[in-house]
């Protein structure tokens, strides 16, 4: 087609526009479905009812035989008439109106289904026709010109031409070679005239000075002794056989036999008697715990104390026995220590060990395929377990040693035991989903903590994560310290079993009592202390900033909070905290308590007490418990780092507790 | 406030946190803008690429981007 024409090439053109663009118009409404059997009503709006077309059932039945006695005799003309019985039968129909009836929407488009402008390619050309104009050749076909060849030259002949050889063959010259000497006469042989013969051997005889001794001389021996007879004494004992005495001993223990089937007595509940009021004197504790005379109304050592679960009482001297043993896990080796200092903080996610010992534990605590030792460290019965991270060995004169540095069997989900991975959480979470699928197949536990209602611990209270909002790079545990710090939290591992606690430094205590330190004088404290279990006592001023609100802010997601304390005008502000991981109202209060928390004036105290293990007594104190101590004016703190000092034959406990002043 | 000597020294060193701030005006000229703290504070930062209304990240002094819309709240503990 030449480039110069203008084609329409539609066709069958309702108008004869010429359009640009090809935007083809509807103009009719066409029904493209198949006509249905019914007519098929055009509904705008209306409710559609449909109909249903009437059903038929086929019912095919079996009637009885007809029976009966019948004599025929030949001839006779009868009629045979027989009643069937009717058919009856039931038919059960069950209609469910339950079942789910979808809406069906119908949709009403703007457009139809387009139906094929069957209006065909008009083609300016039509179909070539071919000319059949043959083919003319210009040439002919070659026809084999059967030209021979004509050689210019012929067969050469050989010319049989003579060479005349100037030489003839050579015959062979004889020539005779006339030696100057013949072969020498081997006859004449030189006389060797020798002036020695071969010697005769001259066989010269040995004559023997001596000749063989006679052998039957011998020299006669004459004993002075002659043979000793044996000379028997008799004996006579005094003691005859022995006879078996036996010999009953008081034993302490009998033989074991399996328990005798037992009654089970039901516990009676006990009755909790009402406090007494009145003016007469009652000894009202039986334990004596208290044992002074207490007037007034707090009848027992336990009310006056506020109900702490946890408590040293006051006494004029604390008497303990202290045992400090190490055994290496699995196996429960016995290792020998000498010393051992364990201690944690909160900046600190583990507890942590300084221990020396002999030098052979430097071959007892070796690591074992790559992962270190685990050793557990037993301080009056509480156990700790440690995996031991390092061991130095040093030699001096006369004394040599192993010192030990070792970690919660937590720190092996951190470098260098795990790589770093990253993460993007594609799914909605919760904070604590996470931590714990950071935590997914390292063989740790998580325990979040309880954040709020009447058994808070301490924890951090869950809150949503949406999707996208969080993503990681990092070791499993780099991973669940940024999600507890999202928070404001920090995070401890327990004593002995391999589990990361999530814990907040102002987070609600039990009973549902507020743990920011303006609300540390409510409710009873974890820990109470009599002064006189206190051995030494530093006080250090560690001010924070005068602050009394902040805003926290999450990054691409999440809300922007003005958490401000309490009754204040929140008009001094500290520098915005912006998290990716603040999400939600519970991350940014809990993140904001954090920061308000740590203002103000405050001490830190350092205290040194005894560890006690008995019923009610506190052990070793856990970071983040609130202790009051019975000071004149008694005062709260919460522990912020704990050290135990295990040293034959004393073990004592340095906490470090977080003190505000009003 | 912090016992471990390791977080101790952290605190001593300079931080430079990331926080959000609103843009009130920019100044191409010299590239910089004036933004908005959440409390009403007012400083000058470098950075010119978020337009004067809108939300910005800042770091250290330095507009690092645009920042999204967020919930605001009040909270008091």
Known sequence: MALTDLVFALAQAPDADLVFGGVTRITDLVFAQPSATHPTDLVFGGDAREVHTDATFDISATLPALQGTLSVALGVRMVLAGLLPGLSGGLAVIHDNQTQRPTVAHCQTFAQVAAPAESGLTQPQQHAQPARSGVQHQALEAVYAHVGNTPTFATALPANTLTNSQYQDGTQASARLLGQWQDGNPEPRVDLNSPFKDGTPARSRLHGRFEDGLHDRRHSHTDRWQ????????????????????????????????????????????????????????????????????????????????????????????????????????????????????SADTGSYCWSLSANGPSSLFDLLAPVAGLPAQLQVTLDGIPFVFAVDALSRSAAFGQTGVLIQGRSV????????????????????????????????TGIDLDWGIGAGALANGGLVDWFVPAGAYSRQGTPLESVIRIAQAAGGYLQSHRSAATLLVRHPYGMRTGDVSGAPWDWSLGAADVELAQDAIITEAIERKDGADINAVYVSGTSAGVLALVKRAGTAGDKLASMVADSLITHTDAARQRGLAVLGAAGNKYNVRLDLPVLTGAGQPGVLDVGQLVQVNAPTPWRGRVRAVSVNATYPSLRQSVTLERHLA | MT??????????????????????????????????WAGGQQQTVRGSSVAAGALAFVRDGLIEGAAPELTFLTIEV
Request: with cysteine.
């Open chain 2, 3 to 36: 016992t471990n000597l390791y977080r101790a020294l952290l605190e001593l060193l300079p931080d430079t946190p990331l926080q959000v701030a609103t843009v009130t005006s920019v100044n191409a000229a010299t590239g910089t803008s004036t933004i908005t």
């Open chain 1, 227 to 342: 043979e000793s007879a044996t000379h028997r004494k008799g004996y006579t004992g005094r003691a005859g056989p022995a006879q078996a005495r036996p010999l009953y001993r008081d034993s302490r223990f009998q033989n074991a036999w399996v328990p005798r089937p037992g009654q089970y007595v039901r516990p009676t509940i006990p009755v909790t008697p009402s406090p007494y009021f009145g003016p007469a004197l009652v000894f009202a504790c039986p334990p004596l715990e208290l044992p002074n005379l207490v007037f007034g109304r707090m009848q027992c050592a336990s009310a006056l104390l506020g109900g702490a679960p946890l408590y040293i009482l006051p006494a004029r001297y604390y008497m303990t026995a202290h045992t400090v043993i190490a055994h290496r896990l699995p196996d429960m080796a016995d290792i020998p220590i000498y010393a051992a200092t364990v």
């Open chain 1, 410 to 441: 937590t720190a092996l989900i951190g470098a260098p035991y795990m790589v770093s991975q990253s993460r993007i959480e594609p799914l909605d979470r919760t904070a604590q989903q996470l931590a714990l699928n950071a935590l997914d197949l």
